[in-house]
């Protein structure tokens, strides 16, 4: 199973990039654990300083942009 972490303090890109995880994860059968942080502790351990921010399997893909659907599929399928 897939962790994937989305950080972002609740801003409509970081909301964005949440529901676009969940799109992508649609008629797949990968299964994943999404995870909104808002928590700016626990995004401070990432040390990132730019959000939104896309983790999966703790390993930062995207940050400080909206992840598109496709491009989100493309991720998952690695």
Do not use: F, W
Not at 13 to 29: F, I, P, R, S
Not at 34 to 48: R, S
């Amino acid at each position: 199973m897939k962790k994937i972490k989305i950080l972002g303090p609740g801003c409509p890109k970081c909301k964005t990039t949440y529901q676009n995880v969940l799109t992508a994860l649609e008629g797949t059968d990968i299964q994943a654990d999404v995870e909104k942080v808002e928590d700016m502790e626990e995004m401070l351990k990432y040390n990132v300083l730019t959000t939104p921010v896309l983790l999966i399997d703790d390993k930062i893909h995207i940050k400080g942009r909206v992840a598109q659907v496709s491009e989100i599929k493309k991720l998952l399928e690695q």
